[in-house]
């Protein structure tokens, strides 16, 4: 979305002229602001505010809703299945090009872990943020009104496993949000609620500092929250999550968002990759070898030309595939590619990383920026004052700044819309269908 922002705006006269023409291929007609999905799946955020329409923002592309399966970049042309596809009996279409931008972003690492494919629930889209939203009310729910003590302990257990951004946010917003909830419940108390974070490693969001992630786990702990540094998942069958270190949890929810790996699309392409499956890229964000192909974001391993560190294998350091880089990289691979149609120089990307800062509630934060670090309030307001400024549009800005003010006024919402998820249920019931069964 970023790219194709500065690419209409620079080619804003070959546009007009009929001249030249960007082409957008995206499987949803939105793109996502991920920093948000904690807060939407909280409730301090409508889920609609989390996205930004494509149509709106690029009104001088062609948007194509599709899912991109293959890429011959020899024959300059993408395979595309759109959502006509299948209705037409036409077979997937063929969709030439002069210059390539690829910008697909990540997609959830899983592992084979016997009965997560079953069980898991992601945290990458807003779909999902607003499902998980609604499976924690309705898992209380569920907990208020049986009367078996083992389907009680299972509801009322939610297990998260990864320690990042994602993971320690979203546990964090829930928690907070599923305590305040609790206070509705006559037979319920908030610490009948069982929260664990599982991480591999020795430490909870490195991004910020060994001492602020030291924090951020009193933090957590102190909301007797179970946080288990060197361990694994083992297992999840049967809803029971086993970890490495021999504990067992029945559970109904078990939240998975243990890194990401690079989008399948890459794969499908004829464009080199490196060791870890991304696009090996030059400071410049053109793909290394593949004349007219271009990459940004989390697909993208851009060399860090502000440091002389080295990785694992002697190579130089790459860019950390974040939010940070990746609208940074947009704004500079749209200027070379303009640049190298008009045979002018092309610029490296450059960025000194700024910090970072994380949530772990409401009102609780930690961060570090610019050698500062703080926690707590000063950090929770500075998380959000960040991702303000960050958010696509002024149209977004002042709905999600009204939210934030009108959820400062009144209480949270704690209303599950989990019927959404199956919109047409009711109606076949009454028209002599089953019920639809819910996890």
């Keep these: 979305m ?14 007009a002229a009929g001249e030249a023409e960007i082409t957008v291929v995206t499987p949803d007609p939105y793109m996502t602001y991920q920093p948000f999905l904690p807060e939407a799946a909280a409730g301090s955020i409508s889920p609609r505010h989390v996205v930004v ?32 596809t299948a209705e037409e009996g036409t077979g997937p279409l063929q969709l030439p090009y002069d210059e390539l931008v690829l910008a697909p972003g990540s ?8 009965g997560l494919a079953e069980h898991g629930i992601g945290f990458k889209t807003v779909e999902e943020a607003i499902g998980l939203r609604n499976h924690v009310i309705e898992q209380m729910d569920i907990a208020s009104s049986t ?22 946010e979203a546990l964090g917003e829930l928690e907070d949000m599923a305590r305040y909830a609790s206070r509705y419940y006559h037979n319920l108390k908030a610490d009948d609620l069982k929260w664990i974070l599982v991480e591999a490693s020795d430490r909870i969001l490195p991004e910020v500092g060994e001492e602020m992630g030291q924090y951020a786990i ?12 060197n361990t694994r998942l083992a297992s999840c069958e049967n809803r029971v999550a086993v970890l490495d270190d021999g504990a067992r949890f029945p559970t109904r929810t078990l939240v998975w968002t243990a890194g990401v790996k690079p989008h399948p699309i890459l794969a499908a392409s004829s464009l080199p990759l490196n060791a870890r499956g991304r696009l090996a890229c030059t400071a410049q964000l053109a793909v290394a070898g593949a004349p007219h192909a271009w990459a940004a974001g989390d697909a993208a391993a851009v060399p860090d030309v502000t440091t002389t560190a080295k990785g694992p294998d002697g190579s130089p350091a790459e860019c950390a595939p974040n939010a940070q880089h990746a609208v940074r990289q947009a704004k500079v691979l749209a200027e070379n590619l303009v640049a190298s149609l008009n045979g002018q120089p092309l610029t490296d990307y450059r960025h000194q990383h700024a910090g970072s800062v994380a949530s772990l509630g409401l009102h609780k934060g930690v961060a570090h920026v610019y050698g500062r670090k703080l926690k707590g309030f000063p950090a929770w307001v500075m998380h959000r004052a960040y991702h303000l400024s960050r958010v696509p549009t002024f149209n977004r800005k002042a709905r ?16 599950s819309l989990g019927s959404l998820e199956h919109p047409r249920a009711e ?7 089953e019920p639809p069964v819910r996890r």
């Design 107 to 114: 997609v959830s690492r899983t592992l084979p872990v016997p």
């Design 427 to 433: 109606f076949e019931l009454a028209a002599g269908g």
């Design 400 to 415: 999600v700044l009204a939210e934030w003010t009108l959820s400062g006024l009144f209480k949270r919402e704690i209303v």
């Design 2 to 15: 970023y790219t194709g922002l500065h690419l209409q705006r620079k080619l804003k006269r070959q546009l």
């Design 147 to 168: 009367r078996d003590p083992a389907v009680r302990d299972a509801a009322l257990t939610f297990v998260f496993v990864g320690g990042g951004y994602a993971g320690v």
């Design 53 to 84: 329409p494509l149509r709106r923002v690029l009104p001088h592309c062609r948007l194509i809703v599709g899912q991109a399966d293959a890429i011959d970049h020899a024959k300059r042309t993408a395979t595309v299945t759109t959502l006509a």
């Design 218 to 229: 009193r933090e957590l702990r102190g909301r007797n929250i179970d946080v288990r540094l």
